[in-house]
């Protein structure tokens, strides 16, 4: 068998005009978790949407272990499990009946009790949807994407809304399902979500990947371990961002609203540097700190947005 996902120059045209995907290519391996990131707009979810084979390409190729989607359709959807960002359940209808009933849709399901028991459900078995807590209902939301026993799961922001608990909870099935050999597709507006469970991702921005890697490298190719945010009493915080960039152990700057954040491989070189510069310019440190860079300085720098930014 081919790679659980793999597709090759997708592209999306809506209206003959509006490209939202634009000759993107990525390729998944087995026991992978991928995840996928990029603003709002960017593209993810039509990406999404034509590798589950919801929506068709304008062109390009989608294989799901080496298989198209006009091949065999019924099969392909027998190896995917789906879990979106807001499922819609039968509030009448019991946790148990409601697997059941998804269950009923494949031909070799899981079983009932098996699925309740590791989604952490048994308990609420009986109880009806519409009585469970946010995070009951997104844990009962990935045990129907379960129960049909898939070889992929695909998860769109499943986390979003939830309490620390609950998140961590989604986070343990994740790797559960892992472990036994399944190939996970993420999208998420969490970055720490991102670095815990994403053993590579892709940042897409306007219908293209701009960059791919393991969490670490990503880091890595920013250009600075550290993170020196600082800012000053005076204007634009004294200097223009050339001027910060020449400090020694500099590798990239940026301003971040008010405040100018200095990606750097040697903090201890870089401060001492900054508070000479400021002080030779007669300004004041109103703030100072320093801390280990992240997917989200990646993101930023990428992008020149936040993740959770509309």
């Not at 603003?39 to 084979?53: C, D, Q």
């Not at 390009?60 to 789906?82: A, K, T, Y």
């Not at 209808?93 to 098996?114: C, D, G, K, N, Q």
Request: net charge negative; glycine share 10%.
């Amino acid at each position: 068998m081919g790679s659980p996902i793999e597709c090759t120059n997708l592209r999306k045209t809506y209206d003959g005009k509006i490209e939202a995907v634009r000759g993107l290519s990525l390729r998944i391996e087995a026991g992978e978790c991928f995840g996928l990131l990029g603003p709002n707009g960017a593209g993810k979810t039509t990406t999404i949407e034509i590798l589950e084979g919801v929506l068709a390409a304008t062109s390009g190729e989608v294989r799901i272990f080496g298989h198209s989607w006009d091949e065999n359709p019924r099969q392909l959807r027998e190896w995917i499990g789906i879990s979106l960002q807001e499922t819609r359940l039968s509030e009448k209808l019991s946790v148990r009946e409601t697997i059941e009933l998804f269950a009923s849709f494949y031909r070799e399901p899981r079983p009932t009790a098996h699925v309740l028991e590791e989604l952490q459900l048994t308990e609420k078995a009986d109880s009806w949807v519409g009585k469970l807590s946010g995070g009951q209902k997104q844990r009962l939301a990935v045990a129907t994407a379960l129960v049909g026993n898939p070889r992929i799961l695909f998860l769109d922001e499943p986390t979003t809304g939830l309490d620390p608990q609950s998140r961590r909870q989604l986070w343990d099935i994740v790797r559960a399902f892992q472990k036994k050999g399944g190939t996970v597709l993420l999208t998420t507006h969490y970055m720490d979500e991102a670095e815990r469970l994403c053993d590579r991702l892709a940042i897409v921005d306007h219908g293209v990947i701009i960059a791919e890697g393991t969490p670490p490298d990503l880091i890595d190719r920013l250009g600075g371990h550290h993170v020196v945010e600082f800012e000053t009493s005076g204007s634009q915080n004294g200097y223009g961002l050339d001027v910060w960039q020449k400090l020694p152990g500099v590798e990239s700057v940026r301003h971040e609203d008010s405040a100018v954040c200095l990606n750097v491989r040697e903090p201890h070189l870089t401060i001492p540097a900054l508070l000479a510069a400021v002080n030779q310019q007669g300004q004041q440190l109103e703030h100072l700190s320093t801390r280990q860079a992240s997917l989200e300085d990646v993101f930023v720098n990428l992008t020149g947005r936040h993740l959770r930014e509309d």
